[in-house]
């Protein structure tokens, strides 16, 4: 990555409401609700759920005022600061955007060695904990083996988590609301539903992997009853994994599941 693409990439991802996701995917692999599985389950998530939320309330202020900092540091040119700062917020929260841009200046050579293979370990490191950036980045480093070997059958999987399939969910999304309301094309309930299924089945699948996105907008289809019977249990349980994977809005959504004020 170029000197001005890692800078524009930490100064304008205005991530503020990052927090310590993989405590949480601690936490629930130890309930055995099946919440890390992609696959919430009876029995209920409320009790970590309600974790989720303190810990988020709690902790962004110190997260904001943190990236802040980081933030002017880059756009000022003070690498080394900046990557001092970066390892607090990876070792305090864990931070999954400050491993990212850990991997940025090791792979730039910003205030640090250039070095491909510490490049690649901050890239993985952050997507495993749901960065999507950081995930793209995984898939391009195993397919140039570029700081590992490569490996094109992770290239693909890392790419897929990424990139195509949650696209591909909105694409499908989009035309099943054009055929439900009469959108650009004549209203066709049947091709509206097949549509609607195609976008959910995509949105299952990635909701598995560390994608957060996609957990959120299964959890919503589930919270609203969109294409699937009206089921607070499982919304609640892809909204907690969408969170734990640092996808800062599913915190609103599950205050709201739990008739709190956001």
Partial sequence: MSTEGAVMVASNGRRWSSW????????????????????????GPDVQCAMV?????????????????????????RYQQADSALRTAVSRYPDAWAGYVLGSLYAAGLGVPRNAGSAFHWYLWSAERGNRFAQRQVANAYLDGEGTERNTAKAAYWFRIGIAPFQLAIMYNSLSEIYAKGQLAPVNPPKASYYLDKGLTELRELAREPNGEAAYYLGLAYERGRGVPRDRLEAVGYLCRAAALQYAPAVTAIRHLRGQSK
């Fill in 20 to 43: 310590a996701g993989p405590a949480l995917l601690a936490i629930l692999s130890q309930t055995g609700t099946g919440v890390l599985a992609g696959e919430p389950r009876a029995g």
């Fill in 53 to 77: 939320v303190r810990t988020y309330l709690e902790r962004a202020p110190l997260m904001r005022r943190s990236d802040e900092q980081i933030v002017r540091m880059l756009d000022a040119g």
